[in-house]
């Protein structure tokens, strides 16, 4: 049972075709994780425009399945766009981290991937 995401968007967004669900649930699997190392390395070293990058493209499927971790992506996301060195996202990155792990493990359990 999904904890740590949600699959009604998904499910919407397929039409409750379950092979595209399936599809779009090793898609998660294969891009997030990659992504969200990215942004495990750029926050520290300040890499703004890498920070954005990586956030802006995770964005969409973050939303799509429903990870709580998503409003805390917006904010790595401007801080990255808008070059806010004033501002510490530490917390903010952890927490986008954490939700990805967690749903990537969730995922990979119930969708056997």
Do not use: C
């Not at 409750?16 to 599809?23: K, L, S, W």
């Not at 750029?42 to 499927?61: G, L």
């Not at 927490?95 to 056997?112: P, W, Y």
């Amino acid at each position: 049972m999904a904890e740590h995401y949600k699959l009604d968007r998904v499910r919407e967004m397929a039409d409750n075709d379950e092979d595209f669900v399936m599809a779009l649930a090793a898609a998660f699997i294969e891009e997030v994780p990659v992504d969200a190392e990215r942004l495990r390395i750029a926050v520290p070293e300040n890499d703004y425009y890498e920070a954005y990058q990586a956030a802006h493209k995770m964005k969409p499927t973050l939303e799509l399945f429903g990870i709580k971790a998503y409003h805390a992506l917006l904010e790595v996301q401007d801080w990255g766009k808008f070059e806010q060195s004033e501002k510490d996202i530490t917390l903010q990155l952890q927490t986008v981290l954490d939700g990805v792990e967690k749903a990537t493990a969730e995922i990979k359990s119930d969708f056997n991937l």
